[in-house]
């Protein structure tokens, strides 16, 4: 029903930046709350950083400062722009998609993920 289309992603140095990009299709992209999330190798899938529908934000601690994520409704997309990046950074990011009613969740949906390298 909704699809999620991940891009941005690549190798880039400690210090770098990168602006990560997730364009949805199916659906009516305005109504659903966005998110980001990671997973590096042997370790489980985070919440990096999220977006409501009413453009509330919140972000894992150890991405303050560093990340921003934000939305173009126009454009069915959203967007995390990665700043300083550290090598424990390096994770597949993944684009989240989700629609609650007033009983609890009612969508999820997944991106393929795209891949972020932080090395020297």
């Known amino acids: 029903q909704v699809q999620l289309v991940e891009s941005g992603g690549g190798l880039v140095q400690p210090g770098g930046s990168l602006r990560l990009s997730c364009v949805a299709s199916?659906?009516?992209?305005?109504?659903?709350?966005m998110g980001w999330y990671r997973q590096a190798p042997g370790k489980q899938r985070e919440l990096v950083a999220g977006?409501?529908?009413?453009?509330?934000?919140n972000y894992v601690d150890s991405v303050k400062g560093r990340f921003t994520i934000s939305r173009d409704n126009a454009k069915n997309t959203v967007y995390l722009q990665i700043n300083s990046l550290k090598p424990e950074d390096t994770a597949v990011y993944y684009c989240?998609?989700?629609?609650?009613?007033?009983?609890?969740?009612?969508?999820?949906?997944w991106g393929q993920g795209t891949q972020v390298t932080v090395s020297s």
């Open positions: 199916g659906s009516i992209f305005a109504t659903y709350h």
């Open positions: 977006i409501t529908s009413g453009d509330s934000t």
């Open positions: 989240n998609a989700r629609k609650y009613a007033w009983f609890g969740l009612l969508e999820d949906y």
